[in-house]
């Protein structure tokens, strides 16, 4: 894949929504090699308004003229995920590497349109899965891969959380549960992010199943799911993900239980977890979350562009986690 001339990556931004206000955009000014050049989206009003507050140079409000800019040499697609294919396969004709939200598109059919493009146009194509580069997480990872637990058995995902009475009275504006724009709904957007990490600690998954309803009925996407999956290392899954309990069930955890221990994480809390072994007994790990969340996986992308190193989030490695969805949703 080509590489970005004179050491800095020049990053422009299609859709600045709520992501890019502290989790992503900001990290961009910060890490090495990297500054924030341009910004796009389709109401004029709210992307002055970004530009302004956030000191970005320029602001567009249609896509094709912030891909043209000749100042912009990577694209940074933040939109929902009914617009990532179309974006990245225009970002690729023009010669301009890609670092794309999560989930990485709609469906499995998407993701491999982007991969091919990107391919075809050499141009490195790049996914916002950031736990990848959080330090606890890749400690959860080391752990793994040292013995600490022994050989892995099980994997066991549970999400619950309370249904928020905006989401059923404000359907037009939540497009998170519109499967015709987001693929599916709470689902594919958070879920997407946990079994993205099992793929980044324990390795792909080869197969997966799944029981699919929706409980409450407030809106068209699925509000729970159950499902089993089977890696390739041998080791088995299993996940609970529900979107309309009370909230005193509410609850996030992530279980990997091996021959000698285990290790049990929230996927949406702090910057903790806990590793139990019958040797050592219980001890907690404890890291500092950054203020921009994307920030370790932002300067691991820019060192892969820049040619220092490389980036543990690809459209590949993205796309099998779409296709794990795919499967577990359509079965």
Same mark, same amino acid.
């Given at each position: 894949?080509?590489?970005?001339?004179?050491?800095?990556?020049?990053?422009?931004?299609?859709?600045?929504?709520?992501?890019?206000?502290?989790?992503?955009?900001?990290?961009?000014?910060?890490?090495?090699?990297?500054?924030?050049?341009?910004?796009?989206?389709?109401?004029?009003?709210?992307?002055?308004?970004?530009?302004?507050?956030?000191?970005?140079?320029?602001?567009?409000?249609?896509?094709?003229?912030?891909?043209?800019?000749?100042?912009?040499?990577?694209?940074?697609?933040?939109?929902?995920?009914?617009?990532?294919?179309?974006?990245?396969?225009?970002?690729?004709?023009?010669?301009?590497?890609?670092?794309?939200?999560?989930?990485?598109?709609?469906?499995?059919?998407?993701?491999?349109?982007?991969?091919?493009?990107?391919?075809?146009?050499?141009?490195?194509l790049?996914?916002?899965?950031?736990?990848?580069?959080?330090?606890?997480?890749?400690?959860?990872?080391?752990?793994?891969?040292?013995?600490a637990?022994?050989?892995?058995?099980?994997?066991?995902? &549970?999400?619950? %959380? $309370?249904?928020?009475? +905006?989401v059923?009275? #404000?359907?037009?504006?939540?497009?998170?549960?519109? *499967?015709?724009?987001?693929?599916?709904?709470?689902?594919?957007d958070?879920?997407?992010?946990?079994?993205?990490?099992?793929d980044?600690?324990?390795?792909?998954?080869?197969?997966?199943?799944?029981?699919?309803?929706?409980?409450?009925?407030?809106?068209?996407?699925?509000?729970?799911?159950?499902?089993?999956?089977?890696?390739?290392?041998?080791?088995?899954?299993?996940?609970?993900?529900?979107?309309?309990?009370?909230?005193?069930?509410?609850?996030?955890?992530?279980?990997?239980?091996?021959s000698?221990?285990?290790?049990?994480?929230?996927?949406?809390?702090?910057?903790?977890?806990?590793?139990?072994?019958?040797?050592?007994?219980?001890?907690?790990?404890?890291?500092?979350?950054? &203020?921009?969340? %994307? $920030?370790?996986?932002? +300067?691991?992308?820019? #060192?892969?562009?820049?040619?220092?190193?490389?980036? *543990?989030?690809?459209?590949?490695?993205?796309?099998?986690?779409?296709?794990?969805?795919?499967?577990?949703?359509?079965?």
């Amino acid at each position: 894949m080509k590489k970005i001339q004179g050491g800095e990556v020049r990053w422009g931004i299609l859709g600045v929504g709520d992501v890019c206000e502290v989790k992503s955009a900001p990290a961009m000014n910060i890490v090495d090699g990297s500054r924030l050049v341009a910004v796009m989206r389709r109401n004029e009003q709210r992307a002055s308004d970004y530009a302004r507050r956030h000191g970005v140079p320029r602001w567009y409000t249609d896509a094709d003229s912030l891909i043209a800019d000749p100042e912009v040499n990577a694209v940074y697609i933040a939109t929902p995920p009914n617009a990532h294919r179309e974006l990245t396969l225009k970002a690729a004709a023009a010669g301009k590497p890609v670092y794309v939200e999560k989930p990485m598109a709609r469906t499995y059919r998407e993701c491999q349109d982007m991969i091919t493009a990107c391919a075809n146009a050499d141009v490195p194509l790049h996914v916002a899965y950031y736990r990848r580069a959080l330090p606890h997480f890749v400690k959860i990872k080391e752990l793994i891969e040292c013995g600490a637990i022994g050989d892995v058995r099980y994997a066991r995902i &549970e999400l619950s %959380q $309370q249904l928020v009475p +905006q989401v059923a009275r #404000d359907l037009v504006h939540n497009w998170r549960v519109d *499967p015709e724009i987001a693929g599916g709904g709470y689902f594919y957007d958070l879920a997407s992010h946990q079994l993205d990490f099992l793929d980044f600690a324990l390795g792909p998954i080869k197969a997966a199943k799944g029981i699919v309803s929706n409980q409450a009925g407030q809106y068209a996407a699925e509000d729970i799911v159950s499902a089993a999956f089977h890696f390739e290392s041998g080791a088995i899954g299993s996940g609970i993900w529900c979107f309309s309990t009370a909230e005193v069930s509410a609850r996030d955890q992530t279980t990997i239980v091996g021959s000698k221990g285990q290790i049990s994480f929230e996927n949406f809390g702090a910057g903790e977890f806990v590793l139990q072994t019958d040797e050592a007994g219980r001890e907690t790990f404890e890291f500092e979350l950054p &203020e921009h969340i %994307q $920030q370790f996986l932002i +300067q691991a992308i820019v #060192d892969d562009l820049l040619g220092k190193g490389s980036s *543990p989030s690809t459209g590949q490695s993205a796309a099998r986690t779409n296709w794990v969805m795919e499967e577990i949703l359509n079965s």
